[in-house]
């Protein structure tokens, strides 16, 4: 029997069935490569959903956590560690705001701008109590708390899991007419994705996020990008919000802030909005360890160093030349941003799985998003030769149907 097959009739039985992995047990990685408990070596095409924008291993991080771990990995936040007064300065000018609260979890850190955008609407709008509202979008995916499966319009997402909370509109993704029409005077903030990536590689309009912006200026409330997904370099950019100039009041970063090594997540904004938040009024016990600290300033020298930005852009580039030159009937549209691409099948394939599933089994590991669509956001610094590599077998299985 093989490794692969043991442990998969274990996790069967064993592990609860919250998800729908493809039938590859992996154990071990280094960029953009990856084998299972068989030996079998893939190609990385999916990076932790951008959780792995600077590969496996990448060999500065593993050697700034291990040269952390051996000092100090957590001390709470009932002191201070010189890791996290470092990291909030450097990733407050990194992201050209001003505070930093850290969290674990993208979830987590979602949940702390709703806390800091409400708090800042009562205290500053002075909205009557308990009527903040945040306008959210259609088809969003923000993580699986029970306050943000509240304003999901998936119903996979929320199903059984009521009674939600109240305090959240959605309104349709791209259109700033409907945005316009849904803010009224208890309207706190409007929190966005700037590219809609569970949802299916969803680019909005040219000019939406600065759309978005302006009206947030003009009502005065708060615009909150989520760029858990899509910051850290992966469409082209440090941050999406950059390609249009569109710098949000309170921006949430998760994934790739961790280095693939461990979560971190942060919520980063304007002065006067994240000093709503007083002693006590929310925390995190691991939130700010020293461990994922010290990771974090690594992950945001390699940026720099490294030019993630420009890579993911080169990447992306690359995928959509190569993609765009085939003649793939199956395929109905190729888009995306940077090294974020969705390729959205037609319906008549019957969906994206089992050409996933048939990418695996050629040593290509990427997932379906929203049943017709195959994401592709391999790491950052994959080599071309390893990138066409895998596209030569991502076209061969689209071809073959
Ligand atoms: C992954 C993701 C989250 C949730 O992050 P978790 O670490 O899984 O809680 C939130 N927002 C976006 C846009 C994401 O891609």
């Not at 979602?110 to 205290?123: C, F, M, Q, S």
């Not at 790739?256 to 995190?284: C, F, K, N, W, Y």
């Not at 490294?306 to 793939?328: D, P």
């Amino acid at each position: 029997m093989s490794q692969s097959k043991k442990f998969l009739e274990q996790v069967e039985k064993y592990g609860a069935h919250n998800y729908h992995p493809l039938p590859v047990v992996l154990k071990r990685g280094k960029g953009s490569r990856v084998w299972d408990v068989d030996g079998k070596e893939y190609l990385d095409f999916l990076s932790c959903y951008s959780a792995l924008n600077f590969g496996h291993q990448h060999p500065r991080l593993v050697e700034a956590m291990i040269q952390q771990v051996d000092k100090l990995a957590l001390c709470s936040r009932a002191f201070h560690s010189d890791q996290l007064c470092e990291f909030s300065e450097e990733l407050a000018k990194f992201c050209g705001l001003d505070m930093v609260l850290p969290m674990n979890s993208g979830a987590e850190a979602v949940e702390t701008a709703i806390k800091i955008a409400r708090k800042w609407g009562y205290e500053t709008k002075k909205i009557p109590e308990n009527r903040a509202k945040i306008i959210t979008f259609e088809n969003n995916f923000h993580g699986r708390t029970i306050s943000i499966v509240s304003f999901s319009s998936e119903e996979g997402y929320k199903a059984g899991f009521g009674p939600f909370t109240p305090g959240f509109v959605n309104v349709p993704f791209g259109d700033l007419t409907a945005l316009a029409n849904a803010i009224d005077k208890d309207t706190t903030a409007i929190l966005v994705e700037p590219i809609q990536a569970e949802a299916g590689i969803l680019v909005p309009p040219p000019g939406f996020l600065v759309g978005v912006r302006s009206l947030c200026q003009r009502h005065g409330i708060l615009f909150i990008a989520d760029e858990i997904q899509t910051g850290m370099g992966r469409t082209g950019k440090n941050f999406c919000f950059e390609h249009e100039e569109a710098k949000p009041d309170l921006l949430v970063l998760g994934k790739s802030l961790g280095g693939g090594l461990i979560p971190v997540s942060a919520v980063i904004g304007r002065r006067d909005v994240m000093e709503v938040i007083r002693p006590g009024q929310h925390g995190s016990t691991f939130g700010g360890n020293p461990l994922g600290a010290a990771i974090g300033r690594e992950v945001l020298k390699l940026m720099t160093d490294e030019k993630y930005a420009e890579k993911a852009a080169a990447v992306g580039q690359h995928v959509q030349a190569r993609l765009k030159k085939e003649s793939l009937p199956a395929v109905k549209d190729i888009r995306g941003k940077g090294a974020l691409i969705g390729i959205d099948l037609h319906e008549s394939t019957g969906g994206a799985r089992r050409f996933c599933e048939a990418l695996a089994v050629r040593g290509v590991l990427c997932k379906e998003t929203h049943t017709y669509v195959i994401r592709l956001a391999p790491p950052l610094n994959i080599s071309m030769s390893d990138l066409d590599e895998g596209l030569d077998r991502v076209i061969a299985v689209i071809k073959e149907g």
